[in-house]
């Protein structure tokens, strides 16, 4: 039996929901991979707590249901203990962070993942602040100290969309790449097809808790254009920044404009768009009228999907409903695996 010792930085949503899967797979581990987990670290921004011996899954999310921080945790937390210091401290094999994604300067992300990789930890995150912004950064940095950043839920939660790109692909061209890759815009566009206002649509989406207080990242596209930015540089292998992705958001669509597309059999979605020009990708996102045998035309209200068009491997349709952060804990607890397997 092998044991992979986990640190983890953020127990919200998808942290918690990890932890839960830690324990409810606990046998499929063992059976599958002959692997266990232990977790030797946590922090959220209450602290750290750590145990070489191994922090109790159901001890943690008892104190997040408490409301209390993992700096309650008996005998071994730490109030203050910041994210780059459990980095620093902890003996961990994979350092996953799933804390918030700040997109102005990565952190506490980035130095935590930077710190990890330089300690020779593998890293799996499901945040994208430091991968668009420094992604060809941290993957040099984990190749030259011999571990793997993997990040296959960052784009698209469970939906393997990086893995198929990546692994699966990998000898392939991609000739054209075409995704809905933002839940909270489908969702909205879904609500305005069936005669919403924009408004409307935005209001419910914000009362059933599938988008923000402040939608600017969602419905301008930037999100979507985060997402470009990783598969660009992971799956099609140029280094690319946000200053590549020609971006235009759905504030602009109007229920008419949907009718008008109606008319024409076509449906209107925010397109993520990378198609091969020479040697290049132009890169886009933007709403995008689709003819309805498209086969993201057809994407219900909670789904995502993507569309590789490849040169040998023809065209590869995947989509995910995903009405719970439960899939996204799955994509980070499938890196894991991939992490300390050979
Ligand atoms: N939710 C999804 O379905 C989904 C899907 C794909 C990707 N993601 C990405 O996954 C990551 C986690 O998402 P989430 O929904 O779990 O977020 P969340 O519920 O907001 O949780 C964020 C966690 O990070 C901790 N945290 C924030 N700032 C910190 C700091 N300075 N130091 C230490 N800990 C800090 C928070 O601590 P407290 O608990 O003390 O507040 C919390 O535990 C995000 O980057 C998100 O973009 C999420």
């Known amino acids: 039996m092998r044991t992979a010792r986990l640190a983890i930085v953020g127990l919200g949503n998808v942290g918690r929901r990890l932890l839960e899967l830690i324990e409810i797979k606990h046998e499929a581990l063992r059976a599958h991979y002959d692997l266990e987990l232990r977790i030797v670290g946590v922090a959220d921004t209450s602290g750290a707590a750590m145990a070489e011996d191994g922090l109790k899954p159901a001890e943690i999310l008892n104190l997040k249901r408490g409301k209390k921080g993992v700096a309650a945790y008996p005998k071994t937390g730490r109030a203050g203990m910041s994210p780059l210091d459990l980095a620093r401290a902890a003996n961990a094999d994979v350092l996953v962070e799933l804390s918030l994604t700040n997109l102005k300067d990565g952190e506490p992300g980035l130095g935590t993942i930077r710190e990890a990789l330089t300690r020779k930890m593998h890293v799996v995150t499901a945040n994208k602040g430091p991968l668009v912004l420094a992604y060809q950064e941290l993957a ?3 190749e030259s100290n011999g571990v793997k950043l993997l990040h296959s839920a960052a784009v698209a939660g469970g939906l393997p969309t990086v893995n198929i790109g990546k692994r699966d692909l990998g000898v392939t061209i991609i000739e054209k790449f075409e ?3 933002n839940g909270t815009t489908n969702y909205i566009l879904a609500r305005m097809t069936e005669g919403q206002s924009y408004a409307e649509a935005l209001k419910h989406a914000q009362n ?6 402040d939608p600017a990242l969602d419905v301008d596209g930037w999100d979507a254009a985060n997402k470009l930015v990783i598969i660009a540089n992971a799956v099609l292998r140029r280094p690319t920044t946000l200053k590549d992705v020609t971006v235009e958001g759905i504030r602009g669509i109007k229920p008419e404009d949907l009718q008008q597309a109606a008319n024409h059999r076509q449906v209107v979605k925010l397109i993520a768009l990378a198609e091969k020009r020479g040697d290049e990708y132009d890169l886009s996102v933007r709403p995008t009228r689709l ?3 498209h086969p993201l035309s057809k994407l219900g209200a909670g789904m995502m999907g993507v569309l590789y068009h490849t040169d040998i491997n023809g065209t590869i349709f995947a989509a995910i409903e995903e009405s719970d952060p439960y899939p996204t804990a799955a994509g980070v607890l499938r ?7 050979q």
């Open 140 to 142: 040099k940095l984990a």
């Open 291 to 293: 003819e309805r045998s």
């Open 179 to 181: 995704g809905v890759v």
């Open 335 to 341: 890196d894991i695996v991939q992490a300390v397997s």
């Open 208 to 213: 059933i808790g599938i988008a923000e207080a």
